[in-house]
């Protein structure tokens, strides 16, 4: 998607069916027509925050099977299959628990 497609999306589609538009940080999305033309259409425009990975528990997850499957360095489909099953049988629960805690989830 390119900056004119999406501003003719904006136009055609997305401004005229809601009051509030929300949007992530996309290059494409910062167009000053962009914002007019959700402007224009009476909308209000917002935008999320910058990505954080340390809200995002999935990432705490991925960034220790990334480094495992580093580690293990497989050559072969067969043995990075076998790294991936190793890397996420490697989160305990507890470990899991500890991620949704740290990025502001209330335990049970």
């Given at each position: 998607?390119?900056?004119?497609?999406?501003?003719?999306?904006?136009?055609?589609?997305?401004?005229?069916?809601?009051?509030?538009?929300?949007?992530?940080?996309?290059?494409?999305?910062?167009?000053?027509?962009?914002?007019?033309?959700?402007?224009?259409?009476?909308?209000?425009?917002?935008?999320?925050?910058?990505?954080?990975?340390?809200?995002?528990?999935?990432?705490?997850?991925?960034s220790?099977?990334?480094?495992?499957?580093?580690?293990?360095?497989?050559?072969?489909?067969?043995?990075?299959?076998d790294?991936?099953?190793?890397?996420?049988?490697?989160?305990?629960?507890?470990?899991?628990?500890?991620?949704f805690?740290?990025?502001?989830?209330?335990?049970?």
């Open positions: 998607m390119n900056g004119p497609a999406f501003t003719a999306y904006i136009e055609q589609i997305l401004a005229p069916s809601g009051d509030i538009v929300v949007m992530d940080n996309l290059p494409a999305h910062k167009l000053a027509a962009v914002r007019q033309a959700i402007e224009q259409a009476g909308a209000e425009l917002r935008f999320l925050p910058p990505y954080s990975p340390d809200f995002k528990l999935i990432e705490m997850a991925f220790k099977i990334k480094a495992l499957l580093k580690k293990a360095a497989a050559r072969t489909v067969t043995d990075l299959w790294s991936v099953r190793d890397a996420i049988d490697a989160i305990s629960t507890t470990e899991a628990r500890n991620y805690t740290a990025t502001g989830y209330e335990p049970e």
